[in-house]
């Protein structure tokens, strides 16, 4: 199979995506489960590039919506998305599109990747945190922005920079495998 055929390219995305479903099931149980998911998310966006990533990533949420166990703690179906962390995961659309939209500036820049990369996780966090507002609003639970940022953005931070750099590392040895 050649490196630049259409059949390659959606071994790669099925293959990605099949990585952030077990990097989904690595789990500490929490309001926002701590998951290795974000680590996924960036090492596919850097070993297929914006595109191909942000399809793993899509691929991975269509098939928790249609019911498949992908997310934390093996759950799936469109009512995980609808939940209160569900925009979290959507979000994650969001880092790989971002990242896609730097990626021409991006070259050979580790710096720049960077940026776009936290740009992406900060659209990631921000999606996330209006989703879960709304919906628990809608539920009848008022729940500030700034206490859901508290609750489900601030303990992640750390862990989430920490991932970005493992990420930027493991992302680096794949793609010298892959040439």
């Known amino acids: 199979m ?32 701590f998951t290795m998911q974000t680590f996924a998310v960036f090492c596919a966006v850097m070993i297929l590039g914006g595109r191909l990533g942000t399809a793993a990533v899509g691929l991975y949420i269509l098939l928790g919506i249609v019911g498949v166990p992908v997310f934390s703690g093996f759950s799936g179906g469109v009512g995980h998305i609808l939940g209160p962390t569900g925009g979290y995961i959507v979000g994650f659309l969001f880092t790989g599109l971002i990242y896609m939209l730097g990626e021409p500036l991006i070259t050979r820049k580790r710096a720049l990747r960077i940026v776009f990369l936290i740009a992406g996780l900060l659209a990631c966090y921000l999606v996330g945190t209006i989703w879960f507002v709304i919906v628990l609003g809608a539920r009848g639970t008022e729940y500030g922005f700034f206490a859901a940022l508290m609750t489900c953005v601030v303990p992640y931070i750390i862990p989430d920079l920490v991932k970005l750099l493992l990420a930027m590392y493991v992302s680096t040895q794949v793609r010298k495998l892959l040439r």
Request: with cysteine; aromatic share 10%; net charge positive.
């Open 2 to 33: 050649k490196k630049n055929s259409p059949a390659f390219r959606a071994v790669m995305i099925a293959l990605m995506a099949v990585i952030i479903t077990l990097c989904s099931w690595i789990t500490i149980p929490y309001v926002v489960p």
